[in-house]
């Protein structure tokens, strides 16, 4: 399997309350996205980097920030969170461009109380 | 305009039986397609991509695709179901702009 960590796996918090979401990988991929995925729904681009420092919004932006100071590290912050941005979130990497990520993390359920 | 549509939301099959998961796309260019598995509470992984070269793709785990322009179609089969097969699959297309992933298709495998 691709070394590819997330976390927290899990996390319940209030509306209002900041939360970042840590993505790690081991690969040395490139690129790295952070993905939505709700019932009955497939996954939804929230944000992804092409390098380090270098982002870009995806669909479904508005109410999240991304940071890559580092490779290996990719991190996903809430503001301030509303009950609509409870979800599973996946972080995915792929290593040259073109084309789709190539892996998954097991990714992190969040939820908005 | 782009979109992916995953013909049935669930497919039941008995093990050792064919799989066929049905895809179909619109995109204003020529799109790479793929297809992903999602076991229950795991990411997805990638099964197999069209990329413009032979229309039929092989895949990991016995999987394969047709792609055929004239149908507008990208459908994941399977000779012999396994048990281990039972997950979610996701039908992916993708141009130069974005990338939209269907809603899934739920398959069962009885024994």
């Known amino acids: 399997d691709a070394g590819i960590t997330q976390s927290p796996r899990h996390k319940v918090t209030e509306t209002g309350t900041p939360v970042t979401l840590r993505c790690h990988q081991t690969e040395n991929h490139r690129y790295m996205y952070w993905y939505r995925q709700d019932p009955g729904h497939g996954l939804r681009l929230i944000h992804y980097?092409?390098?380090?420092?270098?982002?870009d919004k995806g669909e479904v932006s508005d109410g999240y920030s991304v940071s890559r100071s580092k490779t290996e590290d990719f991190l996903l912050t809430l503001e301030s969170a509303t009950s609509s941005q409870t979800s599973v979130y996946f972080c995915?990497?792929?290593?040259?461009?073109?084309?789709?990520?190539?892996?998954f993390g097991d990714g992190t359920r969040l939820s908005i109380l | 305009a782009q979109s992916v549509t995953q013909l049935d939301s669930h497919v039941s099959v008995s093990e050792g039986t064919p799989v066929l998961l049905r895809c179909n796309y619109s995109s204003s260019y020529s799109p790479s397609l793929f297809w992903y598995v999602q076991h229950p509470n795991k990411g997805l992984q990638l099964l197999l991509k069209y990329t413009s070269a032979a229309t039929l793709v092989k895949g990991i785990n016995g999987f394969e695709a047709e792609f055929k322009k004239s149908e507008t179609s990208f459908h994941l089969t399977k000779p012999s179901a396994h048990m281990s097969d039972a997950a979610e699959y996701f039908c992916v297309v993708s141009d130069p702009n974005k990338s939209t992933f269907g809603d899934g298709t739920t398959l069962t495998v009885k024994p």
């Open positions: 980097s092409y390098g380090v420092k270098d982002t």
């Open positions: 995915a990497i792929r290593e040259a461009d073109g084309g789709q990520p190539q892996h």
